[in-house]
Structures are given as structure tokens and as C-alpha cells.
């Protein structure tokens, strides 16, 4: 079953970095639009950062909560899309997931699917 593994989250300092990954299993992530989103408990998944396939060239889309901190990429032709948090903060714990989509308009977990099971990143002292 085509669909993507998270890895990379833990605990980690207020302020500090951490670098998330998402391989894809059984498809090719450059052909699609991949997007990261986090979910607490009790509220909506959310869009974080989300970007074009390969060919499509366009800039990635980010939440204004973590416009400047968090970079998203894809490595054409290693399959797998990265996730870069710094100067994270207690509100950026939540679980977070990869999904992929042919294309997105404003990075809503409804656009994409082919979703993994999370990582769960904790920011605290």
C-alpha cells in the first residue's frame, strides 16, 4: 500500500532544532505534492508547510506560525521530503504527519493523502 514514514521527532528544548523525515513506500514523491501537517489532541489537523512536485517549481507554502523557522524539502530522486523545525517552541508539539497530493491551493490536509502514522515531536524544557 502506497504511503509515507515519518521519522525524526522526540523531545526536544525550546529553541533548539530538529529535522523531520518522510520516505515515500511504493511511489515517487517527486511526482507529487507533498505536504507536512501536526494534530494535538482535540483539534484539527493542520497544514505546516506544503510544496509542488518537482517539475512544478513553485515556493513552498507555509502556516504563518512557522514562517521563518520551519523549511521544507524534497531531495529529487531520494524520495523522501524533510521537514527542518528551529527555534521551536512549546506550541509546535503536536504529532506530525506527511501526505502527498497532485497538487494543492492552500495546503489542506483534505488535498492530499497516502498519509503515515506520525511522529510525535515534544517541545519542552
Known amino acids: 500500500q502506497d504511503h509515507f514514514v515519518e521519522s525524526g521527532g522526540g523531545l526536544v528544548q525550546p529553541g533548539h532544532s530538529l529535522r523531520l523525515s518522510c520516505e515515500a513506500q511504493?511511489?515517487?514523491?517527486?511526482?507529487?505534492?507533498v505536504g507536512w501537517f501536526r494534530q494535538v489532541p482535540g483539534k484539527e489537523r493542520e497544514g505546516v508547510a506544503c510544496?509542488?512536485?518537482?517539475?512544478?517549481?513553485?515556493?513552498?507554502y507555509y502556516d504563518r506560525s512557522v514562517k521563518g523557522r520551519f523549511t521544507i524539502s524534497k531531495i529529487k530522486h531520494r524520495n523522501t521530503v524533510y521537514l527542518e523545525m528551529n527555534s521551536v517552541k512549546p506550541e509546535d508539539t503536536a504529532v506530525y504527519s506527511c501526505?502527498?497530493?497532485?497538487?494543492?491551493?492552500?495546503?489542506?490536509?483534505?488535498?492530499?493523502?497516502?498519509w503515515g502514522q506520525g511522529t510525535q515531536v515534544t517541545v519542552s524544557s
Open positions: 501526505a502527498a497530493g497532485a497538487a494543492y491551493t492552500s495546503c489542506s490536509p483534505a488535498e492530499f493523502g497516502y
Open positions: 511504493g511511489f515517487i514523491a517527486d511526482y507529487y505534492a
Open positions: 510544496i509542488s512536485s518537482s517539475d512544478d517549481g513553485n515556493t513552498p
